[in-house]
């Protein structure tokens, strides 16, 4: 029975061990199916735990030999300099001697038993050992949520499922104490007593690998909403040319009868009302082509082509630009910018009556080129944590414009501020051209 | 105010001087204004009391863009608003410094704001204040201090160009409830800023004009760097 007891929590220690060094140092991707990688892990720092542990009589000897096996597995599974893989053990080791140290003080605080006591009897250590590793799980669990941030796909599991967690994680913890008191009065341990903490333990674990697999789910919806916003975009971006081709097709019809007059009236000698007959239109056919120009191929794609959507609903959008054919920017981020920010700017319009004028500021000023669009709204737009919530039925995909955006400006060193009064709202944002920022 | 209007067609003259009238009108500022069908014309006058010089692009002997190069040279002073039917030479027309670059089919659209930029530019705009500085009380436009830094009791404004810095003893908050709110910001207990010659906000660093770098407090950060960006964003 002790043995198997042993076995659990050494189990449970190494758990812990494998997704603690994930945490710092990358997988070297030894086996091609993480999963089975990650068992693998788990099984051989269990084996030599489990062996030292038994096998060692000498507490500074196991001690070594048990450090000395998380470097060979983290050297074997994780790829990082060796000083990382000894640090990590180390402070590892450090963790679970601290949180054995608080687990045994809970126990006595609450049952008044002194330490040796609770040392000396292997019956009555199984409960504190349990409820240790079970705060190390919760506690490398969080930090790995902690460390990974906003980055991994931790940060798409909403702070709603984090709660749930935590509090099911807190009153596992009640129940385990529960327990172990009740097994103190005993003086022994019930057999329904061990199962059951092993049940709350694995539970507990279920949940954490529900909330990973909730991340993943999450993630993927996030990267379904970016292509199906993307798959809007082309769409929008398909109307515009074919308007754009039967528009030329209109005026190349328009042309051929103009070039018939203009032969006619050469043909009879009018050179006079010829002239005054092309002046007009040569104006026309600039005025048709194009109405925004900045240079940079990309921007005038993108601002045109948002202004022809814009006249569509009744919009006028004033651009007041320079010469930007040195901007070097990807084009995929200039149209992500560019594109969300008008899209937003034209859709609000659509909800006014009059004034219907987004004006549009694209300039490249000491270094820095400055984007910003201001159109007018009807009531003021909260704005929280420098964004708006969408007005849109599928949040899923309208949200996440402007994130889109700021993700965007992040790849290229720029950032984003958002400012609506009871009239306008603006936004504007800074992409810095020259890392001058770099020595500070 | 003098303003200068070179179209070679004579309809857009006519429109264009109507609405700068009644602007000006509305405004209540005197002018003259003078009108040049050639761009030929122009180049030959005298332009060195001219304030707004409104130009057409595409002319008959030159283009506007050369010509106004050619203007430039021998006056930097005035403020140049090209109106065209062609937007191709948008980007050429800003390296000759013009305030505006206006599409006459969106001149209904953006002739008042194009105006009032003028306006700003030529000084119309600026607040005038006295200060009881060390060496003599002077009075000054705002829009000339870049910023102001406090050490101590001694208040330091630092001036844009060649001006020396000079300094009166009183307090930051003092100088700071004089200036115009929508002019400078506070970024640091001890310095107030210019909108106008701030650059750039990061890191807790203002960067100004002239390579200036100074430090912003951390609990003004957000609102600084929200103020700066809705300023310079402003078209």
Redesign the interface.
């Given at each position: 029975m002790s043995i198997i007891m042993s076995l659990v929590i050494v189990l449970i220690e190494a758990l812990c061990g494998v997704i603690f060094f994930a945490v710092f140092m990358p997988r070297k991707n030894v086996i091609r199916n993480r999963t089975v990688e990650f068992l693998a892990e788990a099984a051989v720092l269990t084996a030599l735990i489990f062996l030292f542990f038994n096998c060692i009589k000498s507490q500074v000897t196991q001690k070594i030999l048990i450090g000395i096996s998380c470097v060979l597995v983290a050297h074997l599974f994780h790829d990082a300099k060796l000083y990382v893989k000894v640090g990590v053990s180390v402070l590892y080791h450090m963790k679970i001697f601290i949180v054995d140290y608080f687990a045994i003080y809970v126990i006595c605080i609450c049952f008044t038993q002194s330490a040796e006591e609770i040392m000396e009897n292997p019956s009555l250590l199984f409960f504190p050992a349990l409820l240790s590793k079970f705060i190390l799980f919760i506690n490398v669990f969080g930090l790995e949520k902690i460390m990974s941030g906003k980055r991994s796909y931790f940060g798409f599991v909403s702070i709603h499922f984090w709660i749930i967690f935590a509090v099911q994680s807190f009153t596992s913890v009640l129940a385990l104490i529960s327990i172990i008191k009740l097994s103190f009065y005993t003086v022994d341990i019930p057999l329904i007593a061990g199962i059951t903490t092993l049940g709350v333990l694995f539970l507990n674990m279920a949940v954490a690998w529900s909330l990973r697999s909730i991340a993943h789910l999450e993630k993927g919806t996030r990267e379904n909403a970016l292509i199906r916003q993307e798959v809007e975009m082309e769409l929008d971006n398909i109307k515009i040319l074919t308007q754009t081709f039967n528009t030329q097709r209109q005026f190349m019809h328009e042309y051929n009868n103009q070039i018939n007059t203009l032969y006619h009236l050469m043909d009879s000698g009018k050179y006079t009302q010829a002239l005054d007959f092309i002046k007009p239109l040569s104006?026309q056919i600039?005025?048709a082509l194009?109405?925004?120009?900045?240079?940079h191929d990309i921007i005038d794609a993108v601002l045109n082509q948002k202004d022809i959507q814009a006249k569509e609903n009744g919009i006028?959008i004033?651009v007041?630009?320079?010469?930007?054919?040195m901007i070097t920017i990807p084009d995929n981020l200039l149209v992500t910018i560019i594109g969300n920010v008008l899209d937003n700017a034209i859709e609000a319009c659509m909800n006014i009556e009059t004034g219907k004028?987004i004006?549009?500021?694209l300039v490249n000023?000491?270094g820095?080129l400055?984007f910003?669009v201001?159109n007018p709204v009807n009531a003021p737009v909260p704005i929280v944590d420098n964004f708006i919530n969408t007005t849109k039925e599928d949040k899923t995909v309208h949200g996440i414009g402007l994130k889109n955006v700021a993700l965007a400006l992040s790849q290229c060193n720029g950032d984003?501020?958002l400012?609506c009064d009871n009239h306008f709202f603006?936004?504007?944002a800074?992409i810095?051209l020259l890392d001058?920022?770099a020595s500070? | 105010m003098n303003i200068v209007l070179c179209d070679d067609d004579n309809n857009a003259l006519k429109i264009l001087d109507h609405k700068i009238r009644n602007f000006l009108d509305r405004n209540k500022i005197s002018y003259k204004i003078m009108h040049f069908i050639s761009g030929e014309k122009l180049l030959h006058s005298n332009i060195s009391l001219v304030d707004i010089i409104f130009l057409d692009v595409r002319l008959a002997e030159k283009n506007g863009i050369q010509i106004a190069a050619a203007l430039r040279k021998r006056n930097s002073h005035f403020v140049l608003i090209f109106v065209s039917s062609f937007l191709e030479y948008a980007p050429n027309g800003y390296s000759v410094n013009a305030t505006r670059y206006v599409l006459k089919e969106q001149l209904d659209l953006c002739f008042e704001e194009a105006m009032n930029s003028a306006l700003r530019e030529l000084g119309y705009f600026r607040t005038l204040l006295t200060f009881e500085f060390v060496d003599g009380a002077a009075s000054i436009y705002t829009d000339n201090i870049v910023y102001i830094e406090s050490d101590l009791h001694k208040v330091h404004f630092h001036f844009s160009g060649n001006h020396e810095m000079r300094h009166l003893y009183g307090t930051l908050n003092s100088i700071q409830r004089q200036l115009p709110s929508n002019e400078f910001i506070r970024i640091h207990q001890s310095f107030i800023v210019n909108f106008r010659y701030f650059i750039d906000a990061k890191n807790y660093c203002a960067k100004l004009i002239d390579n200036i770098t100074l430090p912003i407090s951390q609990r003004r950060a957000v609102d600084v760097k929200k103020q700066l960006y809705l300023f310079r964003g402003r078209i």
């Amino acid at each position: 029975m002790s043995i198997i007891m042993s076995l659990v929590i050494v189990l449970i220690e190494a758990l812990c061990g494998v997704i603690f060094f994930a945490v710092f140092m990358p997988r070297k991707n030894v086996i091609r199916n993480r999963t089975v990688e990650f068992l693998a892990e788990a099984a051989v720092l269990t084996a030599l735990i489990f062996l030292f542990f038994n096998c060692i009589k000498s507490q500074v000897t196991q001690k070594i030999l048990i450090g000395i096996s998380c470097v060979l597995v983290a050297h074997l599974f994780h790829d990082a300099k060796l000083y990382v893989k000894v640090g990590v053990s180390v402070l590892y080791h450090m963790k679970i001697f601290i949180v054995d140290y608080f687990a045994i003080y809970v126990i006595c605080i609450c049952f008044t038993q002194s330490a040796e006591e609770i040392m000396e009897n292997p019956s009555l250590l199984f409960f504190p050992a349990l409820l240790s590793k079970f705060i190390l799980f919760i506690n490398v669990f969080g930090l790995e949520k902690i460390m990974s941030g906003k980055r991994s796909y931790f940060g798409f599991v909403s702070i709603h499922f984090w709660i749930i967690f935590a509090v099911q994680s807190f009153t596992s913890v009640l129940a385990l104490i529960s327990i172990i008191k009740l097994s103190f009065y005993t003086v022994d341990i019930p057999l329904i007593a061990g199962i059951t903490t092993l049940g709350v333990l694995f539970l507990n674990m279920a949940v954490a690998w529900s909330l990973r697999s909730i991340a993943h789910l999450e993630k993927g919806t996030r990267e379904n909403a970016l292509i199906r916003q993307e798959v809007e975009m082309e769409l929008d971006n398909i109307k515009i040319l074919t308007q754009t081709f039967n528009t030329q097709r209109q005026f190349m019809h328009e042309y051929n009868n103009q070039i018939n007059t203009l032969y006619h009236l050469m043909d009879s000698g009018k050179y006079t009302q010829a002239l005054d007959f092309i002046k007009p239109l040569s104006e026309q056919i600039c005025c048709a082509l194009y109405r925004i120009k900045t240079d940079h191929d990309i921007i005038d794609a993108v601002l045109n082509q948002k202004d022809i959507q814009a006249k569509e609903n009744g919009i006028d959008i004033n651009v007041r630009s320079g010469d930007l054919s040195m901007i070097t920017i990807p084009d995929n981020l200039l149209v992500t910018i560019i594109g969300n920010v008008l899209d937003n700017a034209i859709e609000a319009c659509m909800n006014i009556e009059t004034g219907k004028v987004i004006s549009v500021k694209l300039v490249n000023e000491d270094g820095i080129l400055i984007f910003s669009v201001i159109n007018p709204v009807n009531a003021p737009v909260p704005i929280v944590d420098n964004f708006i919530n969408t007005t849109k039925e599928d949040k899923t995909v309208h949200g996440i414009g402007l994130k889109n955006v700021a993700l965007a400006l992040s790849q290229c060193n720029g950032d984003y501020e958002l400012y609506c009064d009871n009239h306008f709202f603006q936004f504007t944002a800074f992409i810095r051209l020259l890392d001058y920022w770099a020595s500070y | 105010m003098n303003i200068v209007l070179c179209d070679d067609d004579n309809n857009a003259l006519k429109i264009l001087d109507h609405k700068i009238r009644n602007f000006l009108d509305r405004n209540k500022i005197s002018y003259k204004i003078m009108h040049f069908i050639s761009g030929e014309k122009l180049l030959h006058s005298n332009i060195s009391l001219v304030d707004i010089i409104f130009l057409d692009v595409r002319l008959a002997e030159k283009n506007g863009i050369q010509i106004a190069a050619a203007l430039r040279k021998r006056n930097s002073h005035f403020v140049l608003i090209f109106v065209s039917s062609f937007l191709e030479y948008a980007p050429n027309g800003y390296s000759v410094n013009a305030t505006r670059y206006v599409l006459k089919e969106q001149l209904d659209l953006c002739f008042e704001e194009a105006m009032n930029s003028a306006l700003r530019e030529l000084g119309y705009f600026r607040t005038l204040l006295t200060f009881e500085f060390v060496d003599g009380a002077a009075s000054i436009y705002t829009d000339n201090i870049v910023y102001i830094e406090s050490d101590l009791h001694k208040v330091h404004f630092h001036f844009s160009g060649n001006h020396e810095m000079r300094h009166l003893y009183g307090t930051l908050n003092s100088i700071q409830r004089q200036l115009p709110s929508n002019e400078f910001i506070r970024i640091h207990q001890s310095f107030i800023v210019n909108f106008r010659y701030f650059i750039d906000a990061k890191n807790y660093c203002a960067k100004l004009i002239d390579n200036i770098t100074l430090p912003i407090s951390q609990r003004r950060a957000v609102d600084v760097k929200k103020q700066l960006y809705l300023f310079r964003g402003r078209i």
